[in-house]
């Protein structure tokens, strides 16, 4: 299916026919991702006296309870409520799904013991003009992204000026396949967070930060057309789906 996108004086056409998907679904046990000491999702048949919600149990219907945590245990998309004492939603934050977007790859730099992604790494990224939606593969880049336990590994992190620089450019949209923008242990502070949002001065309520993301080799560097689609739980952060398309 191939249709045009108008964005302002942007006209572009999309083959809507062949997405590519970048986002980790949720799995159980340890095929499952898992950060910040999160536990690892848990999905298991319903049972209420006689009824197992499981055919191969002797149920007539599978029936599945799902525990899990949208920040460790999958791609996950969040709003300014996950910072801030005001209750943003993310559905309420997120009001539009489609974007123009643009796909980076980055080595993160060694620093006092941290490895640390830098302004100078991102900044040709706005150039010649910033796109709505900016995603962010670091490198090294492997298919254990897929299934990592983070937790207790000091992954790498975004340096808070990068987020001020992607903000104040008007990117809305920071997709990375680490699991913070922010440093594992920060003492809570989470600048990189606040810097984005601008959260309390002026609050940028109508961005999103995605992460754990994973996009694998043969995608590559360059334009996309973005979808952003997260389900209808009201909370700060929600699980979601994020696929690229080409542009033809």
């Known amino acids: 299916m191939i249709v ?66 949208p920040h460790g245990n999958g791609t996950h998309t969040e709003c300014v409520g996950h910072i801030s004492k005001e209750p943003y939603r993310i559905h309420e934050c997120l009001k539009h799904y489609f974007f123009f977007a643009r796909l980076i790859t980055v080595m993160p730099e060694q620093c006092n013991g941290d490895r640390i992604i830098f302004p100078g790494q991102v900044s040709p990224a706005l150039r010649p003009s910033p796109p709505q939606a900016l995603a962010i593969r670091t490198l090294p880049n492997d298919a254990s992204k897929i299934s990592r336990n983070y937790s207790g590994t000091n992954p790498p992190y975004f340096h808070p000026e990068v987020m001020d620089l992607l903000r104040v450019n008007g990117v809305k949209h920071v997709l990375t396949d680490l699991p913070s923008v922010d440093k594992e242990e920060d003492e809570g502070k989470l600048e990189a967070h606040h810097r984005f949002w601008n959260y309390p001065h002026a609050t940028e309520t109508d961005s999103t930060i995605t992460e754990l993301i994973f996009v694998p080799d043969e995608i590559a560097d360059g334009e996309y057309f973005m979808m952003i689609a997260v389900p209808g739980i009201e909370n700060d952060a929600n699980f979601s789906k994020i696929l690229l398309f080409n542009f033809i």
Do not use: W, Y
Request: aromatic share 6%; hydrophobic share 40%; charged share 20%.
């Open 4 to 69: 045009t996108i108008e964005s302002g004086d942007r006209r572009r056409k999309v083959d809507l026919s062949r997405p590519l998907d970048i986002s980790i679904p949720v799995l159980p046990g340890p095929a499952g991702l898992s950060a910040f000491h999160i536990p690892q999702a848990i999905i298991s048949p319903f049972t209420m006296g006689s009824f197992v919600g499981d055919v191969n149990r002797g149920g007539s219907c599978n029936v599945m309870d799902i525990r899990f945590n």
